[in-house]
């Protein structure tokens, strides 16, 4: 038996894997032989294909398409990249793009976040009210509390390392920036002015400080 | 149309069921028609509060069952004859009622009564749904303590997600020479914390412990406690009564008097 065109497949998709050694003219005959032996079986399927076990260019891949389409009747809705680096670089533009947008975009949320309350956010987040011990905020992007952050923040859920996460009275139990976390010191610090803050994640550490220009300079969306 | 208000903390122990008693008591002084219900079914003790242990025949699980009509399960109070109290069940527990069943039972009593009073178990579980089912008002009992504080805030969060509109918070136990020297929470403190409105605050009380073990609300006392309880009643019948200071000059001679007596 001739293994150089094999047809694997589950319900929604096959995958042909083509022998790397066999010249391609070749190949496409024995593409067409296996499809038209199998025809029956994929009868009016819509499927999604996945070429493997050869690199194919775009002129051959879409040549193989069309034997298929010949001696088939069935749909192909998508061709699949298998390719490691190609979706790796997809991976990474979508990703970009979202965390860009979980950045860049906000909503406003209106109350206190009590103990117990659990709020989480695709896009960045402006707390308009405090956010208590017990209570937690989750944002993909970046959190401003207008009142106290008493409970806990995790800011750059998808991993964003520039996430930042400011207060107005910045008395955490923890902040989590991107995969870091940072908790609250043992002894309480008795501040004698409350004054807004922010926490930013550099290196492996967590650093909380006062709002000012130069720090506001610093911040990268 | 009566008003329903529950006295509800989420943690135990920090004065729900004194301040209950206290409250209900003191606005049957002002002439209302009030009823105390107790629904911490299986750990009942508003009733010993009360000093009306002794009266208990039928209970709020027989009027919900149906085993009585209300006006059997009601016991007048020895002292006031426009207070009444609805016991709790002792050998059942919480998951003998519905929050509909309570729902319903308060709405009947509203007709005839001016206030009624639900004094709700520790905790948020079932015991918890049940005495804020039917309620217009909430009542919540915190001490400055950070843990009692933490639980009224999860309680006070509970209560918004079930659309109560009034919620109005009581500090009991403040020890104000410990506020001065900065080792307890001032009721402001604990008033920034939870965000809503004060009132009524509630002085740590040696009389308090006296009065509920006499089974003697002592609201409308000359003590500083039995003046606090009655000016929240006050504040709860829509008064405007000013926050009394609670470091008083009695107390403070007291005070002397009691350190010069120890040494």
């Known amino acids: ?221 | 149309m009566g008003e329903v208000i529950v006295v509800t903390s989420g943690k135990g122990g920090v004065g729900k069921t004194t301040t209950t008693a206290n409250v209900g008591t003191g606005l049957a002084m002002l002439d209302k028609k009030v009823v105390l219900i107790d629904t911490d079914i299986g750990l009942r003790n508003l009733d010993v509060v009360m000093g009306l242990e002794n009266r208990i025949v039928y209970n709020l699980v027989d009027v919900i069952e149906g085993t009585c009509r209300i006006r059997n399960a009601l016991i007048k109070d020895k002292r006031y004859p426009n207070l009444y109290l609805l016991p709790s069940a002792q050998t059942r527990d919480k998951t003998s009622v519905t929050p509909e069943q309570m729902k319903k039972l308060a709405d009947e009593l509203r007709d005839e009564f001016d206030y009624i009073l639900m004094d709700c178990p520790a905790g948020i579980e079932q015991g918890f749904k049940n005495a804020i089912a039917g309620a217009d008002r909430a009542l919540v009992v915190t001490t400055p303590e950070v843990s009692a504080v933490r639980d009224a805030d999860r309680i006070i969060g509970l209560l918004e997600a079930n659309e109560m509109t009034q919620t109005h918070l009581i500090v009991n136990r403040i020890r104000m020479d410990m506020v001065r020297r900065g080792d307890m929470m001032s009721s402001e403190d604990v008033c920034e914390i939870l965000a809503v409105d004060l009132i009524g605050v509630v002085p740590d009380d040696e009389n308090i412990v006296i009065s509920t073990n006499q089974g003697e609300p002592l609201v409308g006392s000359e003590s500083l406690a039995g003046r606090a309880y009655m000016n929240i009643c006050k504040r709860i019948v829509g008064e405007e009564v000013p926050f009394m200071d609670l470091e008083e000059k009695a107390g403070f001679f007291e005070k002397l008097f009691g350190k010069r007596k120890r040494s």
């Open chain 1, 1 to 221: 038996m001739n293994n150089s065109v094999m047809i694997k497949g589950n319900k929604y998709g096959i995958i042909v894997v083509l022998s790397p050694d066999v010249p391609f003219e070749e190949l496409k005959q024995l593409v067409a032989e296996k499809f038209r032996e199998s025809s029956k079986f994929f009868d009016n399927a819509k499927m999604a294909i996945s070429f493997e076990g050869r690199k194919l260019t775009n002129e051959h891949q879409q040549e193989i398409l069309d034997i298929i389409a010949e001696n088939t009747e069935m749909h192909i809705v998508c061709v699949m990249e298998n390719d490691p680096a190609t979706e790796e670089t997809f991976k990474k533009t979508v990703e970009q793009k979202l965390m860009e947008l979980s950045n860049n975009t906000g909503q406003f949320y209106k109350g206190i976040l009590r103990s117990g309350a659990s709020l989480s956010f695709e896009t960045s987040v402006i707390i308009i009210g405090d956010v208590n011990h017990g209570a937690s905020v989750v944002s993909k992007g970046n959190i401003i509390v207008l009142g106290a952050l008493k409970g806990n923040a995790f800011a750059g859920a998808s991993g964003n390392t520039n996430a930042f996460v400011v207060a107005l009275d910045m008395s955490p139990t923890q902040i989590r920036i991107a995969d870091m976390i940072a908790r609250a010191p043992d002894k309480p610090v008795k501040e004698e002015v409350k004054e807004a803050k922010i926490a930013f994640l550099e290196g492996e550490n967590i650093y909380i400080e006062p709002l000012n220009k130069s720090i506001l300079n610093d911040i990268r969306l």
